[in-house]
């Protein structure tokens, strides 16, 4: 003869977290949708720092544009393992695009850099459009805030539906 059990209903809730957490695929399901969402969050300032640097002034220059190939290696970085958890916008290194490194970083800087003329002397210098990246992002940072915010608690939810 089979025996009862009664549960309390806080030994309830605990078997259906249990439930509820195996059935997340040891947390992978749930890592790639809060990845997702975060990425998601972070597009509206992704999209803001791309404009800025596309407005920068520009003196003509025949071939594609440094201003261009910044703004398409402006990236969301979003990670849920490692030391840098969290999501970040990136403005990743472009290449040898008319052999100018670290453009992204002399942009935004107030410094701004020298070069050569065509290859030759004389050195000019030359000053991009400081601050579009970092001031661009501050701008923003509570609307980017909030937006993180609303894709952890979306996470929550959902596990949190799976247990009621």
Do not use: Y
């Amino acid at each position: 003869m089979p025996v009862e059990l009664d549960f309390s209903p806080a030994e309830r809730k605990l078997m259906e977290m249990a439930r509820a957490l195996r059935l997340e695929e040891d947390g992978k399901a749930l890592k790639r949708d809060i990845v997702k969402q975060l990425r998601k969050a972070a597009q509206p300032v992704r999209q803001a720092v791309r404009a800025s640097i596309r407005s920068a002034p520009t003196t003509g220059h025949a071939g594609r544009s440094i201003r261009s190939a910044i703004a398409q290696k402006t990236q969301v970085v979003a990670k849920l393992n490692g030391k840098a958890v969290g999501v970040r916008i990136v403005a990743k290194e472009t290449g040898s695009l008319r052999n100018f490194r670290n453009a992204p970083r002399r942009f935004n800087s107030p410094l701004g850099w020298h070069h050569l003329t065509f290859g030759r002397e004389p050195e000019v210098d030359q000053l991009g459009k400081p601050g579009w990246f970092d001031d661009t992002i501050a701008d923003r940072k509570r609307e980017f805030r909030t937006a993180v915010e609303e894709a952890v608690k979306e996470a929550a939810q959902r596990v949190a539906r799976r247990v009621r």
